[in-house]
């Protein structure tokens, strides 16, 4: 037996070994977590697994142990803190992932090793083809990585959790070494055994063959294992029951569970073994179904996952309609089926072929090659996955077997797969002739019954959250399950629908406000509680009301023995109730947030009474339904659609089709007549609603069940967008045009525009839709055309073909090339169509050989990389003029170098304009570009650049791009090779599309023209809110004022009309709450409002909007620049804010008409204002040209000019004006609670006076900087930066009318001197204790103004105009105080501003030594002003700085 590996003895700084090298153990565990790294003493030997045991762990940290291989020798490594450190050659387990020098190379590989406990094992091992691999407890986890070079060290990381390890003997290792042992014959020796074995075996397989009689005889007992009958393993999944000699499995509790459901074969599958299952049981409350396939796996060894597919290793499932190979797809479309679609009864089968191929099979058809390489060893393996819930093994020998094909029906969605029991069959088949259950028209006072009283809701929802109780109209049948749908559902309001039964009759009730305010004869749920007569009986009964959505199904039923059970989503709750008497009513609550239910026709859709008039519909022909909305009307025997007061009207005027669409059915209307009035056009869509059972609602895209629509360019189904660029905008649309709609028969949604297909807009519809049209907005005619009906296959492939040969690039497109001029190391090859960096890492500029047309995307492939470099390439759009004579002089050395000209460029995940960042966070670092990656830049027709990573389109780069520009890639840091994989198309292309599209361009170009007609009529006209808003938002004032009505966000606002270039928009602040935190936000909508579903703030809009809240600024969600400008969070009332775009496509904000700066560059034009009424703002009105005279800005301005006596004093400051602004400032808070720890009594201080001079405040008051006061005036600073605590004046402040006649100074003060300063009240106070004053010496005698002698120990007093000066170091030393609210520590500083008496002091230049100019505007030789004169000071504020 070979001697165990060791640790080599160099290791981590923290490692310890022991037991002779073999045992590794990390110091101080809780307090280190890296720094445990050791190696083998030996390199590995190849097929040898290298295995260590986890002797100990700790919880203090996350992460545990790492293992890998390296080149790296440890005798002369440094070694780093981790594993993942190591680079050169080093491949390494982590987690669940492998990394190669630091870098991850496979995300999702084995077992994840921070999950291991003490006592489990990990091991590693070279194979001798240079693979490796990695083991957990034995279990070979695959190939993590090949080309592992021959001499490499086992790497160990005690890392985190993991605190102690020891090498172990690898079982492997030994019965390997066992059989070598053993093994003593040579290879020829062992050849010549086999052979002659060999041929003994054929000799015996031919005698056998001759005994046909003897071998028909053979007993039961000398049949092999592997001819076994298959059935299923006893070990299997924890929630799987097994029945019928293990040839039945069966997932326990289908209606709670979803997973868990793994079963195997009981022995490996032989090749041309059929293995077949047919799907015995099916529910439908879950997604996703059966999924099938084989695995290396042995089920007596196995940890059976939760599902099938978690599995990283030997294993390949057909799921859905894909195949999926260690759990990753290989094969998205596979076959012809799609498991999740099939039915109880349908069969599912598979063999592996004696050629090693995988076949499936649907029903006994062969669905083709799944696999070409299966393992050789298989089990076969079935998972019960959401909706299957039972399953058999089927024996084709069997006398039952199936041998004719199921008959395909289609599936009626509306119908819920029940599990068994779940309903009485007896109870089903009663007669259809009982009136039908629906509701009563007498219903609570704020509910209505719509429909045929199949539908009741509360039609003010917004406004009224109770009120809305409706019983049934008949009693309840004993059995019969009363069931609504909830329809519609209201966000504003907390709780939600209720539902029981009640003795009640409709007509006698006095309906309540809520139907637990019964006291007699009612049982009700309400959440996940029973109530009795208003009582709660049952807390917890079952699943909570409050959490269902649109959709969701509630329902009711007293049973033969009184008991009460309720049913959500058809799942029975149990038992509520019992003693429940017979003849009771139905009842729903409309409570909260539930709007509208419908009742469910259990009698239609279980018994079918109408199948056979639902036959005569299908050969119907097409026409408009008879029902529609209340502005439309139906002409020409049901074939055209109109609203005649298209001009009075915009909305309510959907029309349907008289019947659903069959498979590959074609409804296509042309559109007769437009009104150019409106914004907003025709849409169309498909709904499962039935005519009779819909409430028309203004607008389809107002339903939130069951329906699908494009509206513009965006598909929405049930009210929400699910994808927006469809390549049909139905808001172009215009006379003569034909739009189509059509569900085909693999479930996907077409639309048709003048006979051509557009291509799929959704997946998944089920069959039965019928066609819905909104002739809405401009749209106000159609009539079904000729063309309607159901397109023959051939004809669709064959139009498919026609189509695609006319648009194929193949014949047709010219390749893109790069221009001859390039930077100094690049050399174009292969005639343009790639280019090479010989050297270094830049001066490596290539452009495109011609501009960009419009929507042309350039696309390049990295086709090498250099890993010595960092950094990577850059893309994007110049406008510099290039030629391939262009001088290689003039380009320079990176493309972040181009900015003399307009250059548009995304580096990194930033984008530059000619330098500057516009946009931060944009898009997926390109620094992470692997060979084979493509990455493409393109100029759109509106003017934005956008930029393709692998064909995803990453969204608007950069706006405002010029036409004419050039594509420009700089191969930079690792990137050193490209190709061009894009192409351009030829004229002959591009004329044939422009004669597709030429009624789309004309009426493009008609409507931009309208557009620019309605900005030039209405430049005079002032902009207003938009009636498109938040749902918490009421407009009045003409559309002027907004006030938020409900809660705190749900208030966006936009401006009617595109904002004007140099044209401010702003508005006041009438009304704040201060109940909520934070305020208004404002900004720009870069896209039309008009029918966006605002989100519930602003800062949630991910496209187009740039937004500013507080100090910082967002564009489309993400945060873009702090510290800009105020904070908007501390305006108030009264207060103006404003934004502004400026000729550049900038973006200002101006707060009481002072502009902040530059908030944003590259502004999208158009765009519109954007107010949100968040938090404590709740109602603005928009300023205009008349309201702007009046503002409370003027105001100030005339409170200032009241104070100008004299026409020398100017713009004499009274900085008390308006202190409102401050009243939030946190840095005035901050101040507070430092000056709160001084110990000064509150009497000195006039708290109502106190002015903040921080920048937020100091831009919000538009103040100016330098004031002239006194007389003669003489001009000062304010104190900016600092925070100014008023000081009572002295009662003869108004007798020496010192705010008109004395002047303003600061002295810089020292902290322990301003309690004396303020007992005082004299600065000369701190000048008697700097000359040695003391209590136990002699006082001198006390000297006033007058009687002051000649040479008097009064010290000098040095002040100065600006606090620039007297608040430097020398005056106003920096102290450490800490806040006692944050705990956060300041630099303190303190000084006094003061009244100086003119005349009373000299006037000198500043005493610090200094060069520079210390105030920009006062002369250093006037900065410091001296004093000796008592009396000739007056306090007038504690001023207070932070840093």
Request: hydrophobic share 35%; with cysteine; charged share 20%.
């Amino acid at each position: 037996m070979a001697a165990l590996p060791k640790f080599h003895s160099r290791t981590g700084s923290l490692v310890t070994l022991s037991n002779d090298g073999r045992t590794a153990q990390r110091s101080h565990p809780t307090q280190e977590f890296n720094n445990g790294v050791v190696l083998s003493a030996d390199s590995l030997k190849d097929d040898n697994i290298f295995e260590v045991k986890i002797d100990k762990k700790v919880n203090s940290w996350s992460g545990s142990i790492e293992i890998g291989v390296t080149t790296c020798d440890p005798n002369s490594l440094n070694f780093p803190i981790s594993a993942t450190g190591f680079r050169e050659g080093t491949w390494v387990m982590s987690g669940s992932s492998i990394l190669k020098d630091g870098h991850s190379v496979i995300e999702e590989y084995g077992a994840d090793l921070d999950q291991l406990s003490e006592g489990d094992k990990v091991g590693v091992m070279r194979t001798s083809h240079g693979h490796l691999h990695f083991f957990v407890n034995g279990t070979d986890q695959g190939v993590a990585a090949v080309d592992i070079g021959s001499v490499v060290y086992a790497v160990v990381d005690l890392y985190g959790k993991c605190a102690q390890v020891s090498i172990i003997e690898s079982v492997s290792n030994a019965n390997q070494e066992n059989q070598q042992n053993a093994v003593s014959v040579t290879n020829d020796v062992a050849s010549q055994l086999a052979n002659e074995f060999l041929t003994q075996l054929s000799n015996q397989i031919v005698n056998d063959l001759t005994r046909g009689a003897e071998a028909m005889s053979v007993s039961e007992e000398n049949v092999v294992h592997s001819n076994e009958r298959l059935t299923f393993h006893e070990r299997c999944g924890s929630l799987v029951k097994l029945s019928k000699s293990h040839r039945t499995a069966e997932r326990r509790r289908p209606l709670e569970e979803f997973n868990n459901g793994v079963v195997m074969t009981n022995r490996p599958l032989k090749n041309d073994e059929m293995f077949e299952i047919r799907l015995d049981i099916l529910v439908d409350k879950w997604s996703g179904s059966i999924e099938v396939g084989i695995t290396t796996h042995n089920p007596s060894t196995l940890d059976f996952p939760a599902t099938m597919t978690n599995m990283r290793s030997g294993t390949i499932m057909m799921s859905g309609c894909g195949i999926l190979t260690n759990g990753k797809g290989t094969r998205r479309e596979y076959g012809q089926y799609n498991l999740d679609e099939l039915e109880q009864g349908d069969r599912i089968g598979l063999m592996r072929k004696s050629n090693g191929h995988l076949h499936y099979y649907i029903n006994g058809q062969d669905q083709g090659v799944a696999s070409t390489e299966p393992p050789v060893t298989i089990w076969g393996v079935v998972d019960l996955y959401g909706m299957a819930v039972k399953v058999t093994i089927l024996d084709r020998n069997d006398p039952n077997y199936p041998n004719s094909l199921p008959v395909a029906t289609p599936r009626n969605t509306n119908i819920f797969r029940q599990y068994p029991d779940m309903y009485d069959d007896e109870q089903e088949e009663e007669e259809g002739c009982v009136e039908k259950l629906l509701f009563h028209p007498h219903c609570g006072s704020h509910a209505a019954v719509i429909s045929g009283q199949k539908t009741a809701h509360r039609p003010n929802a917004l406004d009224d959250f109770n009120n809305g109780v409706v019983l049934t109209s008949r009693h309840l049948r004993p059995e019969e399950l009363f069931e609504v749908r909830i329809d519609r559902m209201i966000d504003k309001w907390a709780g939600s629908i209720e539902i029981g039964v009640t003795l009640h009759s409709p007509h006698d009730l006095d309906f309540p406000s809520t139907m637990t305010n019964i006291r007699s004869g009612t049982w009700m749920m309400t959440g996940n509680g029973v109530m009795h007569n208003g009582t709660t009986i049952i807390d917890e009964y079952g699943q909570n009301l409050d959490r269902l959505k649109t959709g969701d199904r509630v329902g009711v039923r007293r049973k033969t023995d009184g008991t009460l059970h309720f049913y959500v989503n058809s799942i029975d709750q149990g038992q509520a109730a019992s003693n429940v008497p017979e003849f009771v009513y139905g009842v729903i609550d409309l409570y909260g947030q539930a709007a509208q239910a419908t009742v469910v026709d259990h009698s239609e859709s279980l018994c079918s009474p109408d199948a056979e008039s639902s036959c005569a519909l299908e050969t119907e022909e097409l026409k408009f339904h008879s029902m529609h909305g209340q502005n439309a009307i139906v002409l020409n025997n049901g074939r055209t659609a109109a609203r005649p007061n298209a001009t009075g009207e915009f909305n309510d005027a959907i029309i349907m089709s008289n019947r659903p669409l069959k498979d590959n059915e074609l409804f296509e209307v042309i559109i007769e007549k437009m009104v150019d009035r409106w914004s907003g056009s025709i849409e169309a869509g498909v709904t499962l609603i039935k005519a009779e059972d819909l409430d028309f609602p203004n607008t389809m895209t107002d339903i939130e069940y069951d329906t699908w629509i494009l509206s513009g360019s965006a598909i929405m189904q049930d009210g929400s967008t699910i994808r927006n660029g469809y390549p049909l905008d139905l808001d172009i649309m215009s006379v003569g045009c034909r739009i189509g709609m059509m569900r085909c028969c693999d479930g996907t949604l077409h639309y048709y525009f003048n006979g051509m297909d557009q291509g799929v807009a959704c997946s998944d519809v089920p069959p039965g839709v019928s066609a819905v049209i909104d002739l809405y907005g401009q749209c106000a005619q159609v009539s079904i055309t000729s063309g309607s009906g159901i397109l023959p296959t051939d004809n669709n492939v064959l139009h498919t073909d026609m189509v695609q040969s006319v648009t194929s690039p193949v014949s047709t497109d010219v390749t893109h090339r790069f221009s001859q001029c390039c930077g100094k190391n690049i050399t174009i090859k292969n005639n343009g169509a790639m280019a090479c960096r010989a050297r270094n890492f830049q001066h490596g500029l290539i452009f495109s050989s011609d501009p960009l047309r419009r929507d042309e995307l350039f696309e390049i492939k990295v086709e090498q990389l250099s890993k010595v470099w960092s950094g990577s390439l850059h893309i994007g759009l110049t406008t510099l003029a290039i030629s391939d004579t262009t001088p290689i002089s003039s380009i320079p050395s990176s493309a972040l170098a181009l900015t003399t000209k307009l250059t548009w460029i995304v580096t990194s995940s930033e984008v530059r304009k000619s330098g500057i960042i516009i946009k931060e966070n944009y898009a997926p670092s390109l620094e992470r570009l692997e060979v084979g990656d493509k990455v493409g830049v393109k100029r759109c027709r509106d003017g934005t650049m956008h930029i393709l990573l692998n064909g995803e389109d990453l969204g608007v780069a950069a706006s405002n791009i010029q036409k004419n520009v050039f594509a420009v890639i700089d191969l930079f840091g690792v990137v050193e090779t490209v190709s061009v994989t894009s192409s351009a198309s030829s004229d002959n292309l591009m004329m044939l599309s422009q004669q597709s599209q030429s009624v789309v361009s004309d009426v493009t170009d008609n409507n931009e023209t309208e557009r620019d007609q309605d900005q030039d009529t209405n430049t005079s006209c002032c902009l207003e809110f938009h009636c498109n808003h938040g749902k918490n938002v009421l407009l009045s004032n003409n559309n002027l004022t907004a006030q938020r009505t409900a809660s705190y966000n749900q208030g966006i606002l936009v401006s009617n009309r595109p904002l004007q270039r140099n044209k401010l928009f702003q508005v006041r602040l009438n009304s704040l709450n201060p109940k909520w935190s934070a305020s208004l936000m404002i900004g720009i909508l870069g896209f039309s409002p008009e029918r966006y579903n605002f989100p519930v703030s602003a800062i949630c809009i991910k496209k187009s909007c740039i937004i500013i809240q507080g100090d910082s600024v967002y564009n489309c969600g993400c945060k873009v620049k702090e510290h800009y400008g105020p904070n908007i969070d501390r305006l108030q009332s009264g207060h103006c804010v404003g934004v502004l775009v400026d000729e550049e496509a900038c973006l200002h904000l101006y707060i009481n008409g002072v502009d902040q700066g530059v908030a944003a560059r590259d502004v999208p034009n158009p765009c519109h204002a954007l107010i949100d009424l968040y938090g404590q703002c709740q109602e603005i009105t928009v300023v205009t040209e008349e309201s702007a005279v009046s503002s409370p800005v003027s105001a100030v301005d005339e409170r200032e000019k009241a104070d100008i006596d004299d026409v020398v004093k100017e713009k004499l400051h009274r900085v008390s004006s308006d202190i409102n602004v401050t009243r939030n400032c946190e840095y005035q808070n901050i101040c507070a609670r430092i000056k709160s720890q001084l110990g000064l009594p509150e009497s000195y201080f006039d708290v109502q006076s106190n002015v903040c001079f921080c920048e937020t405040c100091h831009k919000i008051r538009k103040e100016e900087v330098y004031y002239k006061r006194g007389d003669p005036p003489r001009e000062y600073a304010i104190p900016y930066g600092w925070c100014r605590f008023s000081i009572r004046l002295l009662n003869k402040a108004n007798a020496l009318n010192i705010a008109e006649k004395w002047h303003v100074g600061y002295y810089g003060a020292r902290m322990e001197a301003v309690r004396r300063i303020l007992d005082n009240g004299d600065l000369h106070a701190v000048g008697e204790v700097a000359t040695g004053g003391s209590i136990l010496l002699p006082q001198p005698v006390p000297v006033t103004e007058k009687s002051s002698p000649d040479g008097c120990g009064l010290k000098q007093i040095f002040l100065s105009p600006t606090i620039r000066y007297a608040g430097c170091n020398e005056f106003s030393p920096k102290y450490r105080m800490l806040d006692p609210k944050t705990r956060k520590t300041y630099h303190v500083r303190v000084a006094f501003q003061v009244w100086l008496k003119p005349g009373s002091y000299k006037v000198g230049p500043q005493s610090l030594g200094v060069n520079e100019q210390i105030d920009p505007k006062i002369n250093n030789n006037e900065l410091e002003w001296s004093t000796k004169e008592r009396g000739s000071i007056m306090l007038d504020g504690l001023l207070v700085k932070i840093e």
